[in-house]
């Protein structure tokens, strides 16, 4: 029996098992092979973003042969209703170039806690994070960058949108041009609304967040990477309720903050919580206002398990 010839591409579509791959050749739907699922491991075993290996049927359907390994996600921990699977990453978008979390400045309120643990989550992986600070129409510029004012400072650039206006969104389209990105943030907060502000003609489906609820629906049912005009591609995830940390231990998190991490060796012990200890340089520098409380108050609710 001849070796079947395997053609590299990469997923861009998931749903219901069947991804759909973009390779040399144009695009392919495909299944997992057989053999790939029974190899059970504590994550999805393909994602939007992996670059896989096919084997293509004369059809034009394929197998997804290989998933190669995964250079970076952005993944959290499935919410699973069922405890024994509770220790499961579910990634998002592996591979990307850059996250942009979007928040927006009012209709849903900014969970500037929840946007910490985006950031941390990023952090993880050595993915680069920007934030989007959208609906700046709502609130004016002035009240806008108040709101997040503490993200620059620390090395997060902030970009200010208005899907409504246009406001900003010349500088997103730039921001996005020749990578993959990630626009990832809760629901309501107007990412396919800025995404059809970025390259009109998407026609991704735009629901208005509740006004009985104030919660966002979910427009976008399953992630998918969408080619953009000016070159690169885009990837729009569902909107997300709770952000679980996956795999970060509670004494790892002082290294997933940015302004903390350098103070660290300087704490009176080596296990320091940075919560209670004396001779604790973190604390030191939330009281002296070198942190700004903000963060300081998300650090200590993720080291303590709250949410």
């Given at each position: 029996?001849?070796?079947?010839?395997?053609?590299?591409?990469?997923?861009?579509?998931?749903?219901?098992?069947?991804?759909?791959?973009?390779?040399?050749?144009?695009?392919?739907?495909?299944?997992?092979?057989?053999?790939?699922?029974?190899?059970?491991?504590?994550?999805?075993?393909?994602?939007?973003?992996?670059?896989?290996?096919?084997?293509?049927?004369?059809?034009?359907?394929?197998?997804?042969?290989?998933?190669?390994?995964?250079?970076?996600?952005?993944?959290?921990?499935?919410?699973?209703?069922?405890?024994?699977?509770?220790?499961?990453?579910?990634?998002?978008?592996?591979?990307?170039?850059?996250?942009?979390?979007?928040?927006?400045?009012?209709?849903?309120?900014?969970?500037?806690?929840?946007?910490?643990?985006?950031?941390?989550?990023?952090?993880?992986?050595?993915?680069?994070?920007?934030?989007?600070?959208?609906?700046?129409?709502?609130?004016?510029?002035?009240?806008?960058?108040?709101?997040?004012?503490?993200?620059?400072?620390?090395?997060?650039?902030?970009?200010y949108t208005s899907a409504e206006t246009g406001e900003g969104v010349a500088e997103l389209r730039a921001a996005l041009q020749g990578k993959l990105s990630v626009l990832s943030g809760p629901s309501g907060a107007g990412k396919t609304s800025l995404l059809n502000a970025v390259q009109p003609g998407l026609g991704l489906s735009v629901r208005r967040v509740s006004r009985a609820t104030s919660k966002g629906r979910h427009t976008t049912v399953v992630p998918e990477i969408l080619p953009l005009a000016q070159g690169g591609f885009v990837a729009d995830t569902p909107g997300i309720r709770a952000m679980g940390l996956w795999d970060i231990e509670p004494e790892e998190l002082d290294a997933y903050f940015p302004e903390i991490r350098p103070l660290v060796d300087q704490c009176q012990f080596n296990d320091c919580s940075h919560l209670s200890e004396p001779g604790c340089a973190v604390r030191r520098a939330a009281e002296s206002g070198g942190i700004d409380p903000r963060r300081y108050d998300s650090y200590t609710r993720l080291r303590r398990g709250e949410h």
């Amino acid at each position: 029996m001849s070796t079947p010839t395997l053609h590299p591409g990469q997923i861009i579509k998931a749903q219901s098992g069947f991804f759909s791959v973009l390779w040399a050749g144009g695009m392919a739907i495909c299944q997992l092979r057989g053999r790939l699922k029974q190899h059970r491991r504590a994550t999805d075993l393909a994602a939007v973003g992996d670059r896989v290996l096919i084997d293509l049927a004369e059809d034009g359907s394929g197998q997804i042969c290989q998933v190669l390994p995964r250079a970076r996600v952005l993944s959290r921990r499935a919410p699973r209703a069922d405890d024994r699977q509770a220790s499961v990453e579910q990634v998002l978008v592996a591979n990307p170039d850059q996250v942009l979390f979007v928040f927006a400045c009012a209709q849903p309120a900014p969970h500037l806690r929840m946007l910490d643990r985006f950031l941390v989550a990023a952090e993880r992986t050595n993915l680069p994070a920007r934030i989007c600070a959208n609906k700046i129409d709502l609130v004016g510029p002035a009240a806008a960058r108040a709101l997040f004012d503490l993200y620059p400072p620390i090395g997060y650039e902030v970009l200010y949108t208005s899907a409504e206006t246009g406001e900003g969104v010349a500088e997103l389209r730039a921001a996005l041009q020749g990578k993959l990105s990630v626009l990832s943030g809760p629901s309501g907060a107007g990412k396919t609304s800025l995404l059809n502000a970025v390259q009109p003609g998407l026609g991704l489906s735009v629901r208005r967040v509740s006004r009985a609820t104030s919660k966002g629906r979910h427009t976008t049912v399953v992630p998918e990477i969408l080619p953009l005009a000016q070159g690169g591609f885009v990837a729009d995830t569902p909107g997300i309720r709770a952000m679980g940390l996956w795999d970060i231990e509670p004494e790892e998190l002082d290294a997933y903050f940015p302004e903390i991490r350098p103070l660290v060796d300087q704490c009176q012990f080596n296990d320091c919580s940075h919560l209670s200890e004396p001779g604790c340089a973190v604390r030191r520098a939330a009281e002296s206002g070198g942190i700004d409380p903000r963060r300081y108050d998300s650090y200590t609710r993720l080291r303590r398990g709250e949410h």
